[in-house]
């Protein structure tokens, strides 16, 4: 989902195929007429989290731009994917007055979550800002009880450098 109407070409230029899933507003997606899927993938608006931003926080029903991130939880009801992951800036656990109250949430539906803040440059990427990674797997009646394992540090496998070195001398 994504309201820019920019980013809503791009996308549809980029994958024509699925024009037809490009949502304009989340709050307005009726999870009901959407197709089934295994894994929702989001990441809400920062502004109100980042330690860069305005600091007003993810509360529910807050109408933060950040509370956004509420609106998994009509998708997760809904549609119950096996996984769900959330990547943010690491200023959301500034929040956890905010952020537990996801987390159980997502546990209420049939959800064991696992949060960590990882940087890209410890797993062989040249981005170096942290970034805040929420995992919950859907916990299946029957079927062992569902594990995460966060992956191993590795070295970087490119720099800035690489990206850069048909440009600069």
């Known amino acids: 989902s994504e309201i820019d109407t920019i980013v809503q070409a791009v996308h549809n230029a980029a994958y024509p195929e699925y024009a037809d899933r490009c ?3 989340v709050t307005k997606i009726n999870w009901d007429k959407v197709g089934d899927f295994d894994i929702l993938f989001a990441s809400s608006p920062c502004q109100d989290v980042s330690k860069a931003g305005k600091r007003r926080g993810m509360r529910k ?3 933060t731009r950040s509370s956004l991130v509420w609106e998994v939880e009509k998708a997760i009801a809904i549609k119950r994917p096996k996984w769900f992951i959330e990547e943010n800036v ?3 656990l500034d929040y956890m007055d905010d952020f537990e109250p996801l987390v159980r949430s997502l546990s209420s539906y049939g959800y064991v979550c696992y949060y960590k803040v990882l940087k890209g440059s410890d797993y062989g990427n040249s981005q170096n800002r942290p970034r805040l990674f929420l995992v919950a ?3 299946d009646e029957g079927e062992p009880y569902p594990t995460f394992k966060w992956p191993e540090t590795m070295e970087p ?3 800035p450098e690489d990206y850069l070195s048909d440009y600069v001398d």
């Open 23 to 25: 949502y304009p507003d």
């Open 61 to 63: 029903d807050s109408e």
């Open 90 to 92: 690491a200023g959301m």
């Open 137 to 139: 797997v859907r916990i």
């Open 157 to 159: 496998q490119s720099t």
